[in-house]
């Protein structure tokens, strides 16, 4: 068994869709990136890469790829379970944090988790999702940004 971490951040700007957790979020601003810029998946690949000794998402989908330009991180999550596999990796659980002022991430952590447990071919209940604010300090406080961690948890088969 092995442990893995992920951490991801991107600011918030304008004219682009808030995509987390591969789930469109209707809001005013979006997340700035060469892909759709989804923190949620970005820190979940980040873990499972971390876990599989495989580096990160920078060194696996580099962002002078054109590429992965406007990628949905969804197709990005596939690829790393594909790379696990390959591996002869396996997906005992993931945990992870979504951190923002705004806006409430409650109402679709629901989808998010079914997106994720679909995309990587795991029971739904293997997928936990927070979300929790800074108490309105920080850049994710004052709105500039959104972050996101993730901790998983990979064996290989017995």
């Not at 808030?18 to 989804?38: R, T, Y």
């Not at 980040?46 to 002078?64: S, V």
Request: net charge negative; charged share 20%.
């Amino acid at each position: 068994m092995r442990i893995g971490i992920g951490f991801d951040v991107h600011k918030l700007t304008e004219n682009r869709p808030l995509i987390i957790g591969g789930v469109e979020i209707p809001w005013e601003k979006g997340l700035l990136g060469h892909s759709d810029a989804d923190v949620l998946l970005h820190a979940i690949m980040d873990a499972l890469l971390g876990a599989a000794g495989m580096g990160d998402i920078g060194r696996c989908f580099p962002d002078n790829d054109e590429s992965y330009r406007n990628i949905s991180s969804l197709i990005l999550l596939e690829k790393v379970n594909q790379m696990l596999k390959y591996e002869n990796w396996n997906i005992v659980n993931i945990d992870a944090i979504i951190i923002a002022e705004k806006p409430k991430m409650m109402p679709f952590i629901p989808m998010m988790q079914a997106h994720i447990s679909n995309c990587l071919g795991i029971d739904k209940t293997c997928v936990n999702i927070k979300a929790t604010t800074t108490e309105k300090l920080g850049f994710t406080g004052r709105g500039e940004g959104i972050a996101a961690q993730a901790a998983v948890l990979i064996r290989r088969p017995e």
